[in-house]
């Protein structure tokens, strides 16, 4: 037997000779990952950053930090997980303006949940195993390093921008021409200080085609809104998966992200017979039922891990319109007949 496993087997001896294993510790469940020691430490790893999205209140994550398997051995599914009983981790934060809970140092129990507050800010959280009084007191003197990086919520807005021929009526927002047109394109754009391959966003796109008067006002609704593309919480819109709408194209550069797609062609919907102002818009509003409109991105879903309740944010614009009207069909000319007087 080598000469670490011979010391590791003296070890787990001594402590359930010392200490009991009636501690329960934290099963690091399956939606959690391991990260390594951050880059600047001496390791790489693909998400050396934890990005958490700040909220009202202050935002709780929680964290499981790995016992050592010497002093530990029963924490594993076969020993249920347990924790040897007296010792203690030793969470800190630079900034320090984090709450843990429970209260740094945490004994018998590696998981600590970390409130962060409501500002964007990068923290180096670290963790440090330390031994009871009976091994000691030993403490890890190369703490575990995690970078976490809270940021703003995700922003995002549809716009369009049909060009020079197009009458604006509310600029980036709606526009009017004459005639039929050919399909346009729509841009549904985000903003969040995340990777490009971190960046995912969660909403629905709806499209209601109406006749309109010739003062604005709706005649008829040849359809009303319809969802055309939708992007649920568990298949979110991100590189792999840009939908089934015309030229659909997802361009990542962040922290701006910009999601394309091509409306219907834009024909005149016929009205009592004759080909009539029809109105074409375009709605991006929260995927599902709920009446709140909103996206959801990747990481502001994860940071309402703890609290269970997932947070919408509004678009700062969510409805862009195409209007297309007929070219006047001119009537009779009226004039005083040469017969008026005869």
């Known amino acids: 037997m080598r000469k670490i496993n011979v010391l590791r087997a003296v070890l787990s001896v001594a402590a359930a000779m010392l200490l009991t294993f009636t501690a329960f510790g934290q099963v690091p469940e399956a939606d959690y990952s391991v990260f390594n020691t951050d880059v600047a430490n001496g390791a790489t790893h693909v998400d050396s950053t934890d990005y958490v999205t700040r909220k009202a209140g202050g935002t709780i994550m929680g964290y499981f930090a790995v016992p050592d398997p010497v002093y530990h051995p029963n924490y594993n599914a076969g020993g249920n997980w347990q ?18 809970n429970p209260v740094a140092p945490v004994t018998d129990t590696n998981y600590v949940e970390i409130q962060y ?3 964007a800010a990068t923290y180096a ?4 195993e330390q031994t009871p009084a009976a091994f000691g007191g030993c403490v ?23 060009g020079a021929t197009w009458q604006t009526i509310t600029a980036n927002s709606a526009y009017q021409i004459c005639n039929a047109q050919a399909a346009q394109t729509v841009t549904v754009a985000f903003n969040e200080a995340v990777p490009n391959h971190l960046a995912a966003y969660a909403f629905q796109i709806t499209e209601t085609i109406e006749v309109l008067s010739g003062t604005g006002t709706v005649l008829s609704t040849s359809q009303a809104e319809t969802v055309i593309q939708d992007f649920p919480l568990n298949s979110k819109l991100k590189a792999g998966n840009i939908g089934g709408l015309p030229s659909a ?22 009205y ?7 109105r074409y818009t375009y709605r991006v509003t929260r995927t599902g039922d709920a009446a709140q409109n909103g ?27 195409f209007i297309v009207n007929p070219a006047p069909a001119t009537g009779p000319i009226y004039y005083v007949p040469n017969n008026f007087n005869y």
């Open 140 to 162: 890890d003197a190369t703490p575990t390093y995690l970078r976490v990086s809270v940021i703003d919520p995700p922003a995002g807005t549809a716009s369009i921008n049909p």
């Open 249 to 270: 194209a997802f361009v990542r550069a962040t922290p701006a992200f910009t999601y394309t797609f091509l409306t219907d062609a834009l024909a005149l919907v016929t």
């Open 272 to 278: 009592s017979g004759n080909p009539s102002r029809t």
């Open 295 to 321: 996206l959801v991105s990747n990481i502001s879903q994860k940071s309402d891990y703890i609290s269970g309740t997932v947070n919408y944010y509004n678009f700062t614009n969510q409805t862009v319109s």
């Open 125 to 128: 959280i670290t963790v440090a």
């Open 83 to 100: 924790i040897t009983n007296g010792f203690i981790w030793n969470w800190t934060s630079a900034p320090a303006t984090v709450t843990f």
């Open 117 to 119: 507050p409501d500002v």
